[in-house]
């Protein structure tokens, strides 16, 4: 099975199911979150330092994780001090970008990796990361699976969409 699929198909049509893996994954022990997010910053850091195509995408998709994660709203940042959304801002190149401009545009970047070539090397990489959560912390492993299997419902829609 593909655990680990990319975050960026967030559209009004699966919500549910974003908001629904966002659930569960706040049932995660905060050691397990913890070392998805570092997987993924580390691979956008490797990726920037190659000056690689994927690097703004990568920094988008995990811009966009913090926010779900935290629970970020950056109309709520009116003194523009919330880090987050000054990152998500600056890589837009606006400044001014409401919560939902930042999503949208934020999720427009991620995008851009996700394809099967990138999906065809993360997928076990994400799977190799979920089965040692498993290994480690065994109660775990059903919420993992049902985290997926959102996470598939969801790129299955988002597949949909592309082909329209």
Do not use: H
Request: charged share 35%.
């Amino acid at each position: 099975k593909q655990w680990y699929q990319r975050r960026v198909a967030i559209t009004a049509g699966n919500l549910e199911l974003e908001n629904k893996k966002a659930d569960l994954g706040s049932k995660l022990s905060a050691a397990a979150l913890e070392l998805f997010m570092k997987f993924d910053v580390l691979i956008e850091e490797y990726t920037c330092k190659l000056e690689d195509a994927d690097c703004k995408p990568w920094k988008a998709d995990n811009l966009l994780d913090a926010m779900q994660l935290k629970k970020v709203n950056c109309d709520e940042d009116t003194d523009k001090t919330n880090e987050i959304c000054a990152k998500a801002r600056e890589l837009l190149g606006n400044m001014e970008a409401n919560n939902e401009a930042i999503q949208e545009g934020l999720k427009d970047i991620a995008r851009q990796m996700f394809n099967k070539e990138t999906k065809a090397v993360m997928n076990p990489l994400g799977g190799a990361i979920a089965d040692f959560i498993c290994y480690k912390e065994e109660g775990l492993c059903e919420i993992l699976r049902a985290i997926y299997d959102a996470e598939e419902q969801i790129e299955n829609k988002y597949e949909d969409e592309n082909k329209k």
